[in-house]
């Protein structure tokens, strides 16, 4: 099935550093969403973005909605060891109820 | 609890034989979506259930994949003759009319 592209794939920073990824398509989503999984878990959303150009925070944490609505990234600055995990960006065509589309993840690890 | 809960969280079976996965929405959320996680990759999107309407199966990979939702609440997916190709973690997610997917833990299947 169609996923997005994201890069990178994986990170292997210290702690204290800054993170960012992206992701492109090669099609137009109305709304971009960044995930985050543990383990054995489920993903549980970090920031939903609706608008093009629109730019969001939660924390250390930004992400932006490009503005040809066919990319976005996610910055988390000042990483510490809990931001440890698989990071997936999502689009979805329409707003509402509506199926996501899916990166690749970017894994990253953190050397304390 | 009050999260989405999938049972069960393992499940080994043998290539041929049938197998049902089940989820538990978060009570009162009309949206039901199942995804599908192979090892290393990004989710991919099988089906989902809004309402009384017909539920979007364009994500299906088979004819063997089928999925119910009974009186809008709980529901099943079902492989039929199980092919190793299909192991792979199982998640489900659900969501208001126009709210955030809250994604459950997961059913891990593998085939033998």
């Known amino acids: 099935g169609q996923q997005l592209n994201q890069s990178p794939q994986s990170m292997f920073i210290q702690e204290g550093e800054d993170v960012s990824m992206n992701c492109t398509s090669s099609?137009?989503?109305?709304?971009w969403l960044w995930y985050k999984q543990d383990p054995g878990e489920g993903p549980v959303l970090l920031i939903a973005l609706y608008k093009a150009g629109e730019l969001t925070s939660n924390g250390r944490l930004t992400a932006q909605f490009g503005i040809t609505r066919k990319d976005s990234f996610l910055n988390i600055s000042a990483s510490i060891p809990s931001d440890v995990g698989i990071y997936f960006c999502?689009?979805?065509?329409?707003?509402?109820?509506?199926?996501?589309?899916f990166g690749q993840g970017t894994r990253l690890t953190i050397n304390p | 609890g009050a999260g989405v809960s999938q049972s069960p969280s393992n499940k080994v079976t043998e290539k041929g034989k049938d197998v049902e996965l089940r989820c538990d929405p978060i009570?009162?959320?009309?949206?039901l979506y199942w995804y599908r996680q192979s090892l290393g990759q990004g989710l991919e999107f099988l089906i989902y259930f809004q309402g009384n309407s017909a539920p979007d199966k364009s994500g299906l990979p088979s004819d063997r994949f089928s999925a119910e939702r009974t009186g809008g609440s709980v529901s099943t997916l079902t492989i039929q003759r199980t092919q190793q190709e299909d192991s792979a973690v199982y998640l489900c997610a659900s969501s208001s009319a126009w709210g955030e997917q809250f994604f459950g833990p997961g059913t891990r299947l593998t085939v033998l």
């Open positions: 999502a689009g979805q065509r329409l707003q509402g109820a509506q199926k996501l589309v």
């Open positions: 099609s137009i989503f109305n709304t």
């Open positions: 009570s009162g959320h009309t949206a």
